[in-house]
Structures are given as C-alpha cells and as structure tokens.
C-alpha cells in the first residue's frame, strides 16, 4: 500500500503508543494490560472474531477480577497473507482498532485489547502446541468457517481430507484443526490437566454439536479410548454469533488514519449491532458473558432458525442476484427496488410461515431490522465476499426452507417462484460473469473446476441433481422444475433486475 500523507502522520499502534492517542477520536480501554493473562485460545484470528468475540472480552478485561480472560490468538493458515497478518499483529503488541457505524453510517473507533498474543502456528507450531496444553487456557474456541469442519452434505466426516490424513500419519506435529485440538487435548490427559471447552463461534446451526462431531470423529480414528475420554470431559456449547464485520481495503486503514491519528495495519470494521446466544456448557469455567450482553439460553436452535432462515438466507439471496446484477455491494443491491422486494417477500411470504421464532420474539420485526442492517451504507460489505462459498452456505439457509415448500404432498399450491430464482442466480454467479459483461471470479473453496463448470452449465437436470441439492430430489419435483426453468428463462431473456420484475 502507498504511503499516504494521513498515514505519514498517524501513529503507529502499540502498546507504547497508547499514552500519545487522543482519546477525542479514538477510545482506550482503561485496565492494565500488563496483568492480563491468558485464559482462552481463539483458532480463525478473522475479521468476525476480532470484531465480535474480542470486542466482548475487551469489555469482560474491564470488570475487575476477570483478568485471567485474555485471548491468544492462533492462525493455522500457511499462506503469505496469513503470516503477513501475524506479523502486523505481532508488531502492534496485538492492539488494533475497531471502528464501529451505526444505522446512518456514523462511526466510532475503540482500540480492542484483549488479544494478548498471537501465535502463527506453520512458523512456530510446537508454541501453538504450548499454549493449547497450558492449564491456564480453559477455553478453546474458534471460527474455522463451515467447510473447516470437514463435514459433507450429509453430516458425514470427510476422513479422506489430505489435511486430516496427513494429521492422523502425523499425530503429534499436526497442521489442522482437529488435530491439534485432540493431540492438545491428549496430552491434557496424559498430564492430569483438565481439559477445556470447544468453543464454535461458526456461523453454522448446532455449531457445538458440529465441533463435536468433527472432533471425535477425528480422534476415534486416532484413538478409541481417547475419543472416548473427550466425549465425557469436554463440553461442546451451541452458540448463535451476528454481527456484520465486512472485508478492510487499503482506503478503509487511510479512513481510520485519518479520523483517530492512528496507523493500523490491521482494522477492523463492523455494524453497531452484535448478539451472541450461547448454551451454558462450559467443562472449566467461564467468563461473565452474561455481563457483557451475551444472552443464555437453555436451547439455541430457535435464534439460530430465525437467523439462518431469514437473515443468512437472505444476504446470500441479495449476494447472488446483486453480483450477478452487476453491483459491488450489499447496501447498493438492496437499494435496487427489484432486490429489496425479493427479499422482502422471500422472507415474509417464504419463510416466516414455516418457522417459529424465539418466544416474545417478533418475526416481523426481525425482518425489518435484517434489512435495515443490510442497508448500512458504511459498511461497503463486498457482494463477492458474501456470495463466496455459497455452494456451503445454501444448504444450511436456503435449501431447509425449499424442503418445507416441496415436502408437501400438494407442492403445486405452494409459490416456489422466489425460491427458484435464488438457485437460478447461483447457477449464473458459477459462470463468472455478470449482465454488463463484466467478469468476476467466484470465490467456492470447496468445488472442484470441474464442478463449477458443470453446475454452471446449461444442463438443469444436472444442476438439480448436483450433490448440494440431491437430497431434496428436486429434478423430481414437477413444480419445482417448472418454477426453475421459468427463472432460468427470465434470466436468459432479461436479465436479474428486469426479470425480477416479472416473478
């Protein structure tokens, strides 16, 4: 990145610096950061945890006797950016900025401070190892994304993965996740330590019972009797995080220069808005959640129904066609009269009959609050970035909603138009190029080449049989091919925003 004259003026950020910033611009904490120990081990050191999770914990530091709550952060990541990340995290002694918008867009900038290390485990992993066995650390949480759990479509654990391959061959030098959470776990055992909590803060239904999954399948194929020893000890709580937390550009780090006086190399952004449900599972204490505006709750599924069907459907229903449309970014696709009203009426006359909400809880007003969230005209939230690795994201929030449609024995009498359209768009977004003709790259982990240009095709009845839909036999149901060639057709005649018209 240029240097920039904001830049050549700002101070740079760390623990040193803290004295020289104004406190005008930007806010400090206030607890001494010498005394804060570590007490949680974060895998997935990204944008959401250090905007959603940190942030909480930053607020738990300051409530005097919970200094044992500090975060050491892990990247697993062997790429150049992610040891680039780990440096710039290392050289600001692990502070760095969150700057926070409100509804009209109106920002305000706190330095977070409740990652006290950073550990880059490919560079130094037998530290990672260390710190993981250390009996100081009580929770081991993570954001690993969906496809991180190395669980198929059906829930099944993928042991052919090379990663978890190479982690079984390699059992006490592993690369993954999974195996250096039972290898940690293992030694914890073998030393009498107790063990710590597997904290899935994923976006993803019954994250705990996910984690949980992917973590004794791993460790049966290791060791039964280990498996064994985890499934009794180790608590594995759900939880629902929400927050919007977008990707940081290079005029994002001149904005926070220019605003507070600080050089950031590594900002964060988010929404005002945030919330965390959580199961009160925890094997070896906790810290005060409940403190800091987290919410318990004897079941999570409902909040995580609410909010996958509604609003994790409906931003990548509005990433979908808003690429494919031609637009940049969320706010600017849901501002399009056409997009607004396909997601409005997708969650109103779609899902909201089919779902029940938490109780006291207004599906209504959820909706509104969806879209008034998506319609921040600050958070300049990548249409891309949001539709990447759609081909995971749509059978967790969208697919659940078209079984109850089809599922039913007169599926003819129920309006699969805006469903249809949906699946329609990902099918063009697997093309790669949008309706001014411009190209874009779309961003699926977990297909193969030959994959997106198969799906991708012409071919319908393949789409629909394609692996991520065939367990809804949807080239098997009459309705809903007809409402899916008619989207196709509308698509090929007219484009996104002209045929949205005509649903």
């Not at 008034?372 to 005209?377: C, D, I, L, V, W």
């Not at 063009?428 to 309706?435: I, S, V």
């Not at 874009?440 to 012409?458: D, N, Y």
């Not at 057709?489 to 018209?501: D, I, Q, R």
């Amino acid at each position: 990145m240029a240097a920039t004259a904001e830049l050549e003026a700002a101070i740079k950020l760390n623990e040193k610096a803290l004295a020289d910033l104004d406190p005008k611009h930007v806010k400090i904490f206030q607890y001494d950061r010498s005394k804060i120990t570590p007490g949680i081990a974060h895998i997935g050191v990204g944008n959401f945890h250090r905007a959603h999770q940190a942030r909480y914990m930053d607020d738990c530091l300051a409530i005097p006797g919970n200094e044992s709550w500090g975060i050491v952060g892990i990247s697993l990541g062997d790429r150049e950016s992610s040891k680039a990340k780990a440096k710039a995290m290392q050289d600001q002694d692990c502070l760095y900025t969150l700057t926070e918008y409100d509804p009209k867009g109106k920002p305000s900038t706190r330095v977070i401070g409740s990652i006290i290390q950073y550990l880059h485990a490919p560079e130094d992993p037998e530290a990672t190892m260390k710190a993981l066995v250390d009996p100081a650390i009580r929770i081991v949480s993570m954001t690993i994304t969906e496809g991180g759990y190395h669980l198929d479509s059906e829930g099944n654990f993928q042991a052919d993965a090379e990663s978890v391959q190479y982690d079984l061959k390699n059992p006490k030098h592993p690369k993954d996740t999974f195996g250096y959470l039972v290898e940690a776990l293992a030694r914890r055992r073998q030393a009498g330590t107790k063990p710590f909590t597997i904290f899935s803060c994923d976006n993803q239904r019954g994250n705990g019972d996910v984690a949980k999954k992917a973590v004794l399948s791993f460790a049966k194929l290791r060791d039964k009797e280990l498996a064994s020893w985890i499934e009794e000890n180790v608590s594995f709580p759900n939880s629902m995080v929400d927050r919007i937390a977008p990707t940081v550009t290079d005029e994002d780090i001149k904005s926070v220069a220019e605003r507070t006086g600080i050089e950031d190399q590594t900002p964060v952004l988010a929404e005002t808005f945030s919330q965390w449900v959580i199961k009160d599972e925890f094997c070896n204490g906790r810290p005060p959640f409940e403190k800091l505006g987290a919410q318990f709750t004897k079941n999570v599924a409902p909040y995580e129904h609410m909010k996958g069907r509604m609003l994790n459907a409906s931003h990548t229903a509005i990433a979908l066609t808003g690429v494919t449309a031609g637009y940049e970014y969320v706010d600017e696709a849901l501002d399009d009269p056409a997009i607004y009203k396909l997601v409005y009426d997708f969650m109103t006359k779609d899902v909201m009959p089919v779902i029940e909400g938490p109780d006291g809880t207004s599906l209504s007003d959820y909706r509104d609050l969806v879209l008034q969230r998506f319609s921040n005209p600050a958070l300049k939230d990548q249409l891309v970035r949001i539709a990447g690795d759609s081909a995971n994201k749509l059978p967790t929030f969208l697919l659940p909603t078209i079984n109850e449609h089809t599922e039913d024995e007169d599926t003819n009498s129920r309006d699969l138009r805006r469903m249809a359209f949906i699946l329609a768009c990902f099918r063009r977004y697997l093309r790669g190029l949008n309706d001014k003709g411009h190209k874009f790259s779309p961003i699926e982990p977990h297909l193969s080449k030959e994959e997106i240009a198969e799906w991708g095709s012409e071919n319908t009845e393949g789409f629909l049989n394609c692996r991520i839909l065939a367990s809804l036999n949807l080239a098997d149901n009459e309705a809903f091919v007809k409402a899916f060639n008619h989207a196709v057709t509308l698509l090929k005649t007219h484009g996104v925003l002209e045929a949205l018209t005509y649903l």
